[in-house]
């Protein structure tokens, strides 16, 4: 549904839809994409022939959001658009074609040319056409993921969890588990996070990981489920205290205070140990305990 806006402000914003200036007609178009009613699609949809790029970007995303939250139905002749915008000029016209494609599935002709970019190894393009026909679940979408489990391109696998994720093709997402590249070790913990079942589990593996993402979305885990006890999240902060980065660290600081929070009879465990931490040399760790 929209968002609430006084009628003289939905006034100004569609009038905003036709002004000389680009900028003026992308904010339109993006805010009308809020808080605009079902009438206002067409106004937005004619911004798709605009000879700005970036007020196209804008349309494409405003009339995804009215679609995705049900304000205006995917229509015939805006469909044949967007997949004409698939090959436009400028890249971001292309990226965000692609990104909100799925807004307009199901549809022969535009699922035809995702499967193409997919199928023709369009790297980036080809990973994002990919979660699109997932999103909009294409039938085709299965096969796809699947063939991309064996992908050379990390990123294509990585993008094969994202859309077995969408698709709730856990089988799939369990064929990745162990992956070599941690680009796609973490969206495989995220689609498990997600399924709910086995959760814990699987992040509990997750934080003897050798790569510090994906300790530190483990450990992000259990900041929102503080069901890690503080010995395994203090073992998880001595793991993270050898890595370059401060990823696993700063998420093992909270995962801990979440914990104390939670469990009183570990409290005061938690916190000796945190105002140790605070005498550090590690300088993140110290702003992060700032805000503990």
Known sequence: MAREARP???????????????????????????????????????????PNAGVIVQALRALARMIGDGRRAPETHTRSRVVDLLDHEDAGVRMTAVGTSSAWLRDEALASRLVQMV???????????????????????F??????????RPERRQAAALAARELEAWDLVDRLD???????????????IAQEEGAESAVRSALLDRDPVVRATALA?????????????????????RDRIADARIAAVAALRARADHESLERGGIIVRLEELAESGDYQIRGCLLYT
């Open 178 to 192: 162990g992956d070599s590249s941690a680009l796609v070790r973490v969206a495989v913990l995220d689609a498990m």
């Open 8 to 50: 003289e402000a939905r006034d100004l914003l569609r009038d905003g839809l036709s002004d000389s200036e680009p900028w003026v007609r992308g904010w339109a178009a993006r805010a009308l994409g809020s808080v605009g009613e079902p009438e206002d699609g067409s106004a937005i949809a004619a911004l798709l022939d605009d």
């Open 119 to 141: 199928r023709g190894d369009e790297g980036f393009s080809g990973e994002q056409a990919l979660l699109a026909l997932a999103r909009g679940g294409e039938p085709v979408a």
């Open 221 to 241: 885990y259990f900041e929102e489920h503080p069901v890690a006890s503080g010995e395994t999240l203090a073992g998880a902060l001595a793991l993270a205290r």
């Open 143 to 152: 096969d796809l993921v699947t063939e991309a489990l064996q992908h050379p």
